[in-house]
């Protein structure tokens, strides 16, 4: 028997979107219905109302027109922080947590750096929601964190997620370095690093082009950052950058041709070469993990 709009539930209406992510679809039903995923799971018979299905299709025809859930729903879990997120910002990526770790893994030391009177500095360079920046300041109270974006209503946002979640973040409104000063044990950086002739950007459309798009097949961004970090660094400082998955052995000779080595890289929680990072002034050669 054909199902009349009054009488869908919530687990025929899932049924009824096979093109979208199952997990946008429960957290739309999870937002519409005010309540967990737990319990949307264990009532899949519950009887969605006239209301709640005019809201629900609202939505699913915004996620079929290619806007992010995160989006609609104005928020985004990353490293395990909620942050707030509007159409200024890329919506923050779990691939973007590889180079988080990495990052915690090249910081001094906690223990050597309380030690030796040590309060490490840190750039988040494109900062955006304050992604990086938040997820570093929350394991690391110890060192002092700078971030800067070029998108004035990206740092707005970051502000505001850095406020929220008690986190503080030094930002600046900065054209890469331009408007930085002094130095850093630690500069990272997702800077935008998509070619514009990627065929991948049209599924994007909803995101920044500022927070996505470099000229020179996505490493313009990439070389400017590798080309003036060390002015920033102090010696033996280190430069981590995410960027595209085919991108490791060009960014890696950008590293090496400004004096970080050994130029390394590692790859995301896909298997994809994403990240890539070296130190000023040291010696070695190139090297590729996982
Ligand atoms: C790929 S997004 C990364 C956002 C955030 N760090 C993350 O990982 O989710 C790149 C960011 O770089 C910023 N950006 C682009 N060009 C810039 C520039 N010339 N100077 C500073 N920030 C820039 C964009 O506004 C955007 O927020």
């Known amino acids: 028997m054909a199902k009349t709009a009054n009488s869908i539930s919530v687990g025929h209406w899932l049924r009824?979107?096979?093109?979208?992510?199952?997990?946008?679809?429960?957290?739309?039903?999870?937002y519409t219905l005010e309540c967990s995923r737990a319990h949307l799971l264990s009532h899949a018979d519950s009887i969605l109302s006239l209301g709640q299905l005019k809201q629900l299709q609202d939505w699913?025809?915004?996620?079929?027109?290619?806007?992010?859930?995160?989006?609609?729903?104005?928020?985004?879990?990353?490293?395990?922080?909620e942050l707030a997120v509007d159409a200024s910002v890329l919506v923050p990526?779990?691939?973007?947590?590889?180079?988080?770790?990495?990052?915690?893994?090249c910081l001094p030391d906690r223990t050597y750096a309380a030690a030796n009177g040590m309060r490490p500095r840190l750039l988040d360079l494109g900062t955006g929601s304050g992604a990086i920046a938040l997820a570093l300041a929350a394991e690391r109270k110890d060192i002092e964190i700078h971030a800067c974006d070029i998108s004035a209503p990206s740092l707005a946002l970051a502000r505001t997620n850095s406020e929220t979640l008690g986190l503080p973040i030094?930002?600046?409104?900065?054209?890469?370095?331009?408007?930085?000063?002094?130095?850093?044990?630690?500069?990272?950086?997702?800077?935008?690093?998509?070619?514009?002739?990627?065929?991948?950007?049209?599924?994007?459309?909803?995101?920044?082009?500022?927070?996505?798009?470099?000229?020179?097949?996505?490493?313009?961004?990439?070389?400017?950052?590798?080309?003036?970090a060390a002015e920033y660094l102090h010696s033996s400082g280190w430069l981590l950058l995410e960027h595209g998955h085919d991108q490791g052995p060009a960014v890696r000779s950008l590293l090496a041709e400004n004096g970080f080595s050994p130029a390394q890289s590692c790859k995301d929680l896909g298997g994809n070469e994403r990240v890539s990072w070296g130190q000023k002034g040291a010696d070695g050669a190139e090297l590729i993990h996982g």
């Open 170 to 228: 030094h930002f600046h409104h900065s054209d890469w370095f331009n408007n930085i000063n002094g130095c850093f044990d630690v500069i990272v950086a997702n800077p935008p690093y998509i070619d514009p002739a990627d065929p991948h950007l049209i599924a994007l459309h909803a995101e920044p082009n500022h927070a996505l798009v470099a000229q020179e097949h996505g490493l313009a961004d990439l070389r400017k950052i590798c080309c003036h």
């Open 93 to 105: 990526r779990p691939d973007t947590e590889t180079l988080v770790e990495q990052t915690l893994a």
């Open 60 to 81: 699913t025809d915004q996620l079929h027109a290619g806007i992010p859930f995160a989006y609609l729903y104005g928020k985004q879990e990353f490293w395990g922080l």
């Open 16 to 30: 009824q979107h096979p093109q979208l992510a199952r997990i946008d679809l429960e957290l739309s039903l999870c």
